[in-house]
């Protein structure tokens, strides 16, 4: 008999990890037996993986059951619809089982000095059907039925070790079958959530199925129901997404479900539980004394899988579970529930949350309680205080006051990270009525600041000078931040010539008696503007202006927003470890206030002085911490920029693999001329230069910009110039690197930075003639200038490149000193093609050597060191494969390419080489 839950799903989608551990308990048949307990919240998959057991178990026996609610109370209801298709074999079973089995499953109960008996029988039972063929037993959401079933089968399933019977038990929690080997069913991660959704809907935006993968809190069920709600226009990312799983979906109508059965008092506690959104015990434990009950009353609600009850906190399954709760009580039920809460939330610190729930219980207009929920939110950030602000425009009075508190509850929402909260807030400003122009204004800055980070760079330099003109005879400081952003969005879309535009409009509101925070802002624009321009003259004191004044800043003039301004300012004077000091600060004050929005902008920085500054590895790590902030804020602009870093630190590294597959994470949504895409580009150029390719690599960098035309991405170009000049020399395309090299030198020149100056010398050197003295003397500057302490990788990239020139001008013994050099340096960064350049050059300079010395975890990528760490502790391919969610054949292709690297041919080797 086989009883399917109230919840399921039709894919297995992100459940590789689950499928391997049902193969193994299956393939363990007949030698060994055993059991397994898959628990997870409802529409994890649960019985989507009870189905794949059946499927794949094809040469065993199998036996099916499930927990049912309904029976929850009647003792043994669950085994008997188990094993009634067993009971013929029962005969078989010695008397005294028998009797038990027979009287028990017939309805007469089992006292508990025949527990032990009736156990017995059952694993008797289950080993005579096993006689003939294996057998696979199920038993779905067994929690939900009666108990005394579970713990027989809990007894069961840890006996079935010397038996040819496997047992598969879900559940909704852990707290059933003690003793079992058990595995959670967690949520799915982005790659798996995008292919269950575009399983049922091809051509589903990649952006958009990251979104709903966020939104389903990655719950497969959740997914399966967005994906039956969704418009044609919400699966291109036109239009907003929804907030949450439908409450008619399966989901929520097997949370329904399970809420119906629930006893009254447990009831009136899990809405107590959804509407207080901070889940403190404390809290409930006094609501819940104050209705005349306790918060044990939840323990029904707990093994129904509706809420876990934990010391420091009581938390919902599911935000679908929190809306069904709510959505199941009616008005008056609510609004008791809100009173209850406020009338025990007494603390000072508590205001806050004891005024929403007053005005949550509050009916009509409330203008005095609307303007207490606007002082009480206060400088609150998170989800309290946009939820005060939007309660307090539902509650006033006044139209205009409404939208005021619109837009300042959208723009708590954006800081907080929440855009299409953001969004949804400022549409309902715009539908209130009639806006306060200053409130209009705030509300275009803020539409564009969205753009800018969400949506279309493009769109969003429009909309940003408007907001500037709106709002700049009311709040100077906002017209100017808007304006500083208009220029970055000119910069993101490669349009840099509109930035005198914005330096002019900048000018013109600038006041000889500007505060800190005005002046670094004006200060920034006219030096970034002077920069793109060439005029380093004008530029770098303008930009040194904006670094200093950014280390001064204090109170409320020091926010994320001028910090990262003055990183900007610093990287394009090339104070490397100050601009990093300043971002990183932009980093921890963004995190300490909760302006979780203004974290993907501030890493970005970050990176790239930390790439300045020779610290490849700390810019990849802080790319990844920004590529996942990015996409968890839905900031899609900045993930390229992350994407596009970690595609060029890969392929500085040499890591092909790592470097395309970050390239096609970019996709094609940047506009062609972005900053992604050109930071993909060069991180393409990067790696037709490590193979030889120079021709290919001199083109796609030369295409990045058209010095001069302020068109295309000419601050990357620049980045790229040292990678494009040595391309464009080994290509013999010297005069395809002048103009390039060209501005380079200009910015160089113009700051006090020793590693931009050894970068400069060495692209002259390259492009002087072979062999000339005005060759060697380039390189031999630049490594005077190459900082001891920084830049390791780019010294090592002269050592080898001067000792490749000597060795061509036929002076092998002065080329070796320097190719050693490079060899060492490269060998201790692990940095494994670039020391077998360095490798080859000594050989053809006459001197014997073999493969380079690097130790084995310093030659592999991350991933394919955990492979090799796996493999030298004894797991198979398929374990491997298992443990690290990849397939089998992926593994394969790793590990050729791991025995490659080393230079080994066995397993054996293997684990030797890592030890």
Known sequence: MVAASSVQITGLSGRDAECAAVRRLVD??????????????????RSVLVGYAHRYATRCHRLAGAGLADEAALSYAGLQRLLDPLLDRADALPEPQRGVLRRTLAGAGCPADHRLALSMAVLGLLAAAARERPLLC?????????????????????????LPVAMLLTAGTDAVAAGVPRHRLRPLDDRAGAALLTDRLPGLAPRVARELTAVAGGNPQALADLAEVLTPGQ???????????????????GYRGRLAGLPADTRRMLLLAALDSDGDPATLGRAARADGTSIEALAPAEAAGLVRVGPERVALAQPLARAVIAADATLAERRAAHLLLAGVLDSPGQH????????????????????????????????????????????????????ARLVAAAGRAWAAGQPRRAGRLLAEAAAAGPVDPVAAGRAELLRGELELRCGSPSRASTTLLAAARAVSGVDRIAALGALVRAGEAACHTGDQFRYAEVARRVAVLRRAEDPPDAELLTALAAGVAATLRGDHERGGPALRRAVVLGNRLTGPALTPAALTGAAVAGLLVAVDSVAHRLAERAVELAGARGEVSALPRALELRAIAEYWLGRHEAAA?????????????GQVNSAGVHLGMLA???????????????????????????????????????????????????ARLAALARPGTGRGQVLIQVMATPYLVEAAAGAGRRPAATAALAVFDQWASSTASP?????????????????????????????RLHPADTGAFERARTELLLGRELRRSRRPRDAREHLHAARETFGLLGLTVWAEQATTELRAAGESVGTPELPAARLLTGQQ?????????????????????????TVDHHLRNIFHRLGIRSRTELARALH
């Open 755 to 783: 590693s931009r100056r050894a970068l400069s010398a060495r692209c002259h050197a390259l492009l002087a003639a072979r062999g000339s003295a005005d060759a060697e003397r380039g390189f031999r500057t630049a490594l």
């Open 648 to 698: 060029v630190l890969a392929a500085v590294r040499a890591d092909r693999e790592t470097s395309l597959c970050r390239i096609r994470e970019i996709g094609e949504a940047p506009a062609p001329h972005s900053r992604p895409r050109a930071l993909a580009q060069w991180a393409l150029a990067v790696l037709d230069l490590v193979n030889g390719r120079h021709e290919a690599a001199a």
């Open 235 to 253: 699966c291109r990312g036109e239009e907003p997404l929804p907030d949450g799983p439908p409450l008619d979906g399966a989901l929520g109508r």
């Open 621 to 633: 790590d802080t790319s990844r911490e920004g590529l996942r902030v990015a996409r968890d804020t």
């Open 352 to 403: 806050l949350r004891r005024t929403l729930h007053r005005a949550a219980a509050a009916e009509g207009p409330d203008p005095v309680l609307a303007a207490e929920l606007e002082a009480v939110a206060g400088g609150a950030g998170g989800d309290d205080g946009v939820a005060a602000l939007h309660r307090a425009a539902e509650l006033s009075g006044e139209p205009r006051q409404a939208s």
């Open 28 to 45: 363990g048949l007949p030698d060994a037996g055993g059991a397994l307990l898959v628990w997870g919240e409802p529409g994890a998959g």
């Open 138 to 162: 199920t038993v779905d959401d067994v929690d939900r039925g009666d108990p005394p079933t579970a713990e027989v089968l809990g007894f069961v399933a840890r006996r079935l070790r010397h």
């Open 865 to 889: 060191l955990r492979i090799a760490q796996l493999v030298a502790e004894g797991a198979t391919n398929r374990e491997i494969a298992t443990r690290m969610f990849l397939s089998t054949r």
